[in-house]
């Protein structure tokens, strides 16, 4: 069975613009988080979704939103894009709420 | 808020000997779930070891085994018989159960680089 996966891979963008990053959750698994992990630090939580509906969102601005769609993948979605956004961005998906999180490879995202 | 604190930002072992990686925990809560993860250069997140905090074994996987301390909130990991896979970043990471939905709140890392 595939893991998480994410895509793209890499993402070069520059200040003020829109970013879209994409999720596909393990097979069976109803919910997907969201994480920020800066270059040095641990991984910070953006968001939950579990059965389409957001079930926790991190201490992060507006310019961070996020959905699921009814086959269970997830878009994040960051607007206005400023220097300090540049993170890997990481997915994780588990069958249900409070099962094990499982990691995809995460986005690495640039902003020049 | 919950916090996590890892305070070794970097360690080495030797191949084959055993190493111990310290994470402290702020909470107000009885109840909650801990984690060691793995993110080797490839930075796949791999999830190692869970403990949970009414259990009051210690909890082991093959060569890793944590010594869980739930009156000094700390929750540390050891890893015998080091191996070269075994070079990574680790992160401690807190899971509430009170709290709604399946949020882990991480520290910051350590590194163990694991020499030959």
């Known amino acids: 069975d595939a893991g998480v996966t994410q895509s793209p891979t890499h993402l070069i963008k520059t200040r003020g613009q829109q970013v879209t990053l994409r999720c596909s959750p393990i097979?069976?698994?109803?919910?997907v988080s969201w994480y920020q992990q800066v270059l040095g630090q641990g991984p910070q939580f953006i968001f939950q979704y579990y059965e389409k509906e957001e079930r926790g969102r991190g201490n992060f601005p507006d310019r961070f939103s996020a959905r699921q769609f009814p086959n269970y993948s997830s878009e994040l979605n960051v607007n206005a894009l400023l220097l300090g956004d540049s993170a890997l961005y990481l997915c994780?998906?588990?069958?249900?709420?409070?099962?094990?999180?499982?990691f995809g490879p995460g986005t690495r995202l640039t902003v020049l | 808020a919950q916090t996590v604190t890892q305070s070794q930002p970097e360690m080495s072992v030797q191949e084959a000997e055993t190493v111990t990686l310290s994470c402290t925990y702020d909470t107000s809560e009885s109840d909650y779930y801990l984690f060691w993860y793995k993110q080797p250069p490839s930075r796949q997140m791999i999830l190692v070891i869970r403990?949970?905090?009414?259990?009051?074994q210690n909890a082991t996987e093959n060569r890793f085994s944590v010594n869980f301390q739930k009156a000094a909130k700390s929750f540390s990991l050891k890893i015998s018989d080091s191996q070269l896979g075994d070079a990574a970043m680790y992160f401690c990471?807190?899971?509430?159960?009170?709290?709604?939905?399946?949020?882990?709140?991480f520290g910051a890392g350590t590194i163990l680089r694991v020499k030959s």
């Open positions: 097979s069976g698994h109803k919910s």
């Open positions: 994780a998906s588990s069958y249900r709420e409070p099962n094990e999180q499982f």
């Open positions: 990471a807190y899971r509430s159960v009170l709290e709604y939905g399946n949020k882990l709140v």
């Open positions: 403990q949970e905090a009414y259990k009051q």
